[in-house]
């Protein structure tokens, strides 16, 4: 597979910064270009010939590197970018080299991921044209660049003057060998004028483009002033989620990763070099010390010596890969060392649970333990050398990362949660199972050779749908919400009713039956009420579908950042209505004052919590049409 990186266009919109230099040689870091950036992406998914693409007067610039090679293309100001990536495709054959072609902009920055998800796809069906598309794309995003309408798998339209029905292009393409061919008939139909879109297009009406979806990931075009100060500080946020590895742990990826990205990224932002393997020696120290002291029983400080240990396992592998100093010896001391302290750390337990429980020397209850014991350190063991040793990586970072979880974190985090309470012997039961659990997973799956084994022992029978289906009329969901609305409204009232004549016979030693009649009521007005909620919301959230392509339309926002908004607004609108049968139920139940007013605080909390991200999610989505209001040009 060859790179292509097309930085062949002119920048006048970063005037008077792009006469000295193109942008994508503006730093992000000092010392790292946007293009310095891409590279790395395209040896991350193991791209070896990388090209730049580039006109004359840009040649010197480029041709000093030794990461890449030159080709110069005849491109004047107003060319269509398919003209420039027609001529590179031409002079590759006349290099005899025609292989398939990973396409990238000069001015863009993303997510390794990014590029993993494209190329992996891609690698599956090498018969078309793919696509990177975000459908959560939002302001300047989503009116200037390439919208894309998808149906099902194929891309059947894309254009810079359509609404972003399916979402936007982030700057990134697969070309397959077998397709280059097409690129010539569309610029022999179009001109120099010709762009990515009337490739798309063409190929479009043969079903032979499809898309990734990457709605979620990080990238950001840079093509004004504004562009670039956003950029440089994405940057930071994709080169924390990009230390972030497929097969770490739950624990790791949520908690862990949280605090050692920030430690090694601080430290990589000031420059301030250890090497990685002197602190992969420092963090496993701190785990032999944790042991130690729960040897001693010392057990809190044990504990939290062991979860810092395993909060700062990262920094290590982070910083060797941010300085580019990775290394086979460092990898193999890392796993040797981590092993050493996951032993002596259960070892340190099963020493607490033998010593603190009465009699358990004495018994045959310690034969039992023992048991467990070695064939849990022995799986834990096992864990590492069969993730090592098989293939399908991505099934075994799935199994790893489903429950029960196998993984280094998730151990260390529940031997040290087991010191605190001092359950020893469910934290060694827990790791006994999961990692056994794994390493059946992981045989099966080498057995089979295709995928994971399954059974199925129960199976529901679904009923086909009614044909033909039609979707209900915004007027007829319109007509059902304000039904909702006025039962509840009605219902409301008659819950406070019953509750407080149940509250008034509760008093009343004699009236046993009517209190308990109306407890009865108020427990169905009650479910009534939780029950017209989750309509009244669902029914919302079928309008808010049925407006979907009409609100797309008039104000030219992505699909995904829609629902986005929605959904906030109906998580919103289900938390207000929550209050309600939730008081009606605590003051039923005659739960004291204090922790009524506590819940409903929190609930309020919870709403405001989600009413302030609603409203910037909403300025963020309808910032061309603020700027557009206010008059205020894009930089």
């Known amino acids: 597979m060859i790179g292509l990186i097309i930085a062949a266009g002119y920048g006048t919109r970063l005037k008077p910064f792009t006469l000295e230099k193109p942008k994508t040689l503006f730093e992000l870091e000092p010392g790292v270009s946007i293009l310095d950036y891409i590279v790395g992406a395209f040896r991350e998914v193991g791209v070896k010939e990388i090209y730049v ?14 990461d890449i090679k030159v080709l110069v293309v005849d491109v004047a100001e107003g060319d269509g970018n398919l003209w420039t990536l027609h001529q590179a495709v031409e002079a590759l054959r006349k290099l005899r080299l025609e292989d398939d072609i990973l396409l990238s ?3 863009h920055i993303y997510e390794f991921n990014l590029v993993k998800k494209l190329t992996k796809t891609a690698f599956t069906d090498m018969s078309k044209v793919y696509f990177c598309l975000d459908r959560r794309a939002r302001g300047r995003d989503a009116v200037e660049g390439l919208k894309i309408l998808v149906d099902d798998q194929y891309v059947i339209l894309s254009g810079k003057n359509i609404p972003p029905y399916s979402g936007v292009d982030t700057g990134v393409f697969f070309i397959p060998r077998t397709l280059l061919s097409h690129i010539g008939e569309v610029v022999n139909e179009k001109g120099r004028k010709a762009t990515l879109a009337d490739f798309v297009n063409a190929l479009a009406r043969s079903n032979l483009v499809s898309f ?12 004004t002033v504004e562009d670039l100060v956003k950029a440089r500080r994405l940057y930071w946020k994709i080169l924390r989620r990009n230390l972030v590895k497929d097969t770490d742990g739950v624990i790791s990826r ?8 920030l430690i090694s990224l601080t430290m990589y932002k000031h420059r301030v070099f250890v090497h990685p393997n002197i602190i992969t020696l420092l963090v496993a120290i701190v785990g032999i010390a944790a042991s130690a002291l729960i040897f001693a029983g010392h057990i809190y400080l044990g504990a939290l010596l062991a979860l810092l240990s395993s909060l700062l396992d990262g920094v290590d592998g982070e910083l060797a890969r941010l300085y580019r100093v990775q290394s086979l010896f460092g990898a193999l001391l890392d796993n040797i060392l981590d092993r050493i302290v996951d032993t002596l750390i259960m070892t340190a337990l099963f020493y607490r649970l033998v010593v603190e429980t009465q009699g358990l020397v004495y018994s045959q209850t310690l034969f039992e333990v023992l048991v467990v014991f070695t064939l849990s350190l022995l799986g834990s063991v096992l864990v590492s050398y069969v993730s090592n040793a098989l293939h399908g990586k991505e099934y075994i970072a799935r199994i790893r990362n489903s429950f029960p979880w196998a993984t280094r974190d998730v151990r260390i985090f529940v031997f040290s949660i087991a010191i605190f309470f001092r359950a020893y012997a469910y934290a060694v039961l827990y790791v006994g199972i999961a990692s056994w659990w794994f390493i059946i997973r992981a045989i099966l799956h080498s057995l089979k050779g295709e995928g994971p084994v399954t059974w199925r022992f129960i199976s529901r029978f679904k009923l086909p749908p009614i044909t033909p289906q039609i979707a209900k009329s915004y007027s007829i969901l319109l007509e059902e919400i304000l039904v909702y609305f006025l039962f509840l409204t009605v219902l409301s009232f008659l819950a406070g009713l019953a509750i407080d004549n149940a509250l008034y ?3 009343s030693s004699q009236l046993y039956i009517y209190t308990l009649v109306w407890q009865l009521i108020a427990i169905v007005e009650i479910t009534l009420l939780v029950y017209l909620s989750v309509n009244f919301v669902k029914t919302l959230a079928t309008l ?10 008039r104000l030219w926002i992505a699909p995904l950042v829609y629902a986005q908004l929605a959904k906030r607004l109906l998580l919103l609108i289900a938390t207000l209505l929550a209050r309600f049968p939730l008081n009606y139920a605590m003051t039923l139940a005659r739960i004291s004052k204090e922790i009524t007013e506590l819940c409903n605080y929190l609930i309020t909390v919870i709403a405001l919590v989600i009413l302030v991200l609603l409203v910037v999610d909403a300025v963020r989505t309808f910032e061309h049409i603020i700027q557009r209001y206010l008059k205020i040009p894009w930089k």
């Open 544 to 553: 808010f579908n049925v407006l979907k392509d009409y609100v797309i339309e």
């Open 53 to 66: 693409v580039t006109r004359s007067d840009l040649e010197a610039i480029f041709s000093g590197r030794s």
């Open 505 to 507: 016979y509760s008093e």
């Open 212 to 223: 990734v979806d990457v709605s979620g990931l990080l990238w950001q075009d840079i093509d």
């Open 105 to 107: 902009m000069s001015d």
């Open 254 to 261: 949520y908690v862990n990763r949280k605090f050692s990205t």
